[in-house]
């Protein structure tokens, strides 16, 4: 079974950078696809951002790309969110997915295993 644990959500000025991380374990996931999603008050969960945990590729939503980057650690089994210039649109409970399948989707539906999510507000 799929455990994710993300954690390094916070307060933060707009302008301002987190780095979230999400800790994995129950599986070895290099067949597997990792992705980042979010989820604001009454607003339907987004994609953020999303690998192939065996490949080199990264998908970025357009209203996060030049600004977020996804990145993995593979002897820590974390994969990882770095938020720079953040804007108070990007306020959100964060969350990490993770698909047993290296094709990865911007889709929520597409990802079985999930995180219990961590905060993140940007302030104006």
């Given at each position: 079974?799929v ?23 129950g599986?070895?996931?290099?067949s597997y696809?990792?992705?980042w999603?979010r ?11 999303t ?10 939503a ?14 820590k089994n ?5 938020m ?17 399948n290296?094709t ?5 539906r597409?990802?079985?295993s999930w995180g219990?999510?961590?905060?993140v507000?940007?302030s104006?």
């Open positions: 079974q455990q994710l644990v993300e954690s390094g959500g916070g307060l933060v000025q707009a302008g301002g950078s987190l780095r979230l991380s999400c800790k994995a374990s599986r070895t996931f290099s696809a990792m992705g999603f989820q604001a008050p009454g607003k339907e969960r987004e994609f953020v951002a690998f192939s945990w065996s490949g080199a590729s990264t998908y970025y357009e209203s996060v790309k030049g600004r977020f980057t996804i990145s993995k650690d593979n002897a974390t994969v990882y969110l770095q720079n210039s953040l804007k108070p649109e990007d306020t959100a409970v964060y969350y990490c997915a993770a698909r047993s290296p990865w989707y911007a889709s929520s597409e990802y079985a219990q999510g961590t905060q507000t940007v104006s």
